[in-house]
């Protein structure tokens, strides 16, 4: 299945707003074996929508998923402009209305006429649900090709593409495209692509992409033949796999706290330079209130000392930024919160405040548990966002090489 991704919206072309959505429906169709074509993104103007219909019905595609504009305010043209382009007559659903009514009253708010928008529903076309927000989607059929417009609230688009149209594409497939996902971290893709390349195998037919982020290196390998695809994923896990800590999509901190959970270990963090993304990342994963304990985060000199207890002559001999301040964190953290494990970060996030001997992006990871502390020294970038994110995701892998 041909498949085109069309997002309406003058902040996506600004750059005020990241094109999530695009990437997100790709990923998501891709990983059901649809074939992605064309992404093509336009602002919110009525030549513009039209131009790029005409263009997408133009061309071989069998669906064409549309993201945005669905809205009540004046910017929302979408549904509009969709409306005149199939010619469609303006139904209102007096049912939904009420419905959208009463579920705002209930949460203590009153509709404005100009929601009613939300409401109307085209005499030759279909409805998509929404069931997390009041925009419904749109579905019509030309030809050979299936226009589905959504809202592009990123949750509403979410629930409405997995409960509407997975469905629908699993249905229209006819030769299915099979995908596995390796996730790594901790290793530089050139690295990664010089041992896949090195495999003994006939995977010529097979794509192979390799997807960069700060938190890894993720390999995506397709091909129609579920068993030859399987068992060059089974060779590339073998080849790579002191890098991998994920087979799928499964996030790292997940896997940690499942991990955790079944091993009925408990873990607490004392954070400097993350300032708090660690337990971010942690809480953010069901379950983990089982295993996290909570943690500290002494960003200053006089809170390691005062709250965590950090001696004095450690920071004075040795600079916060250092191994032995980073293992005292550490075995402190535990002590204190009485868990198995005992995570430290300390470092220098930048940009500014390095030295020739403790650079900027040097950063100290201590590790503590009953029988081991240990400490990891990594050298990361200038960038500061990146640096807390880098950090965060080589505690976690760290964390997994340990336990």
């Known amino acids: 299945m ?3 991704v069309l997002t309406i919206g003058n902040e996506l072309l600004s750059g005020k707003t990241i094109n999530t959505n695009a990437s997100w429906i790709s990923n998501i169709l891709s990983s059901e074996g649809a074939n992605i074509n064309r992404h093509l993104t336009i602002p919110d103007k009525k030549e513009a929508i039209i131009d790029g219909l005409d263009l997408l019905f133009k061309s071989k595609i069998d669906l064409i998923v549309c993201t945005g504009g669905l809205g009540p305010t004046d910017d929302d043209i979408t549904r509009e402009v969709v409306f005149d382009y199939f010619g469609s007559e303006e139904v209102f659903d007096d049912s939904y209305w009420n ?3 009463d579920k705002f009253l209930n949460a203590g708010y009153q509709l404005f006429e100009s929601s009613k928008s939300q409401a109307l529903i085209p005499n030759n076309g279909d409805i998509i649900p929404n069931d997390l927000g009041s925009a419904r989607g749109l579905l019509y059929k030309k030809n050979n090709t299936t226009l589905m417009v959504l809202p592009g609230v990123p949750m509403e688009m979410k629930g409405m593409v997995s409960h509407s149209i997975i469905p629908w594409v ?3 497939i006819v030769s299915k495209i099979y995908s596995a ?4 971290t901790g290793v530089p893709e050139s690295v990664l692509f010089e041992k896949v390349k090195k495999i003994d195998f006939n995977s010529e037919d097979i794509n192979v992409g390799y997807y960069p982020s700060l938190y890894g290196v993720d390999i995506r390998i397709s091909h129609t033949d579920k068993k030859l695809l399987d068992e060059f994923r089974i060779l590339i896990a ?8 994920a087979l799928g999509n499964e996030s790292i901190e997940n896997v940690l706290v499942n991990k955790f959970l079944n091993q009925k270990l408990t873990i607490s963090t004392a954070e400097s330079c993350t300032g708090g993304l660690i337990g971010h990342r942690l809480t953010n994963v069901p379950g983990s209130s089982e295993i996290y304990h909570g943690g500290l985060i002494t960003y200053s000199n006089q809170s390691k000392i005062n709250d965590l207890d950090i001696s004095a002559k450690s920071i004075e001999d040795f600079g916060a930024v250092s191994q032995e301040v980073a293992l005292e964190m550490a075995k402190n953290i535990r002590a204190k919160l009485k868990t198995n494990v005992g995570i430290s970060t300390t470092g220098i996030a930048g940009p500014g405040g390095g030295t020739d001997l403790k650079p900027v992006g040097l950063v100290y990871v201590g590790y503590c548990d009953e029988n081991i502390l ?3 020294k990594f050298n990361f970038t200038s960038n500061r966002e990146s640096n807390k994110i880098r950090t965060s995701q080589a ?3 760290f964390i997994l090489s340990m336990i």
């Open 170 to 172: 699993k249905n229209k």
């Open 2 to 4: 041909r498949v085109a």
């Open 238 to 245: 073998k080849s790579i796999n002191k890098y991998i800590y």
């Open 395 to 397: 505690v976690f892998n």
């Open 99 to 101: 419905y959208l009514s």
């Open 374 to 376: 240990e400490v990891k």
């Open 181 to 184: 996902n390796l996730r790594t």
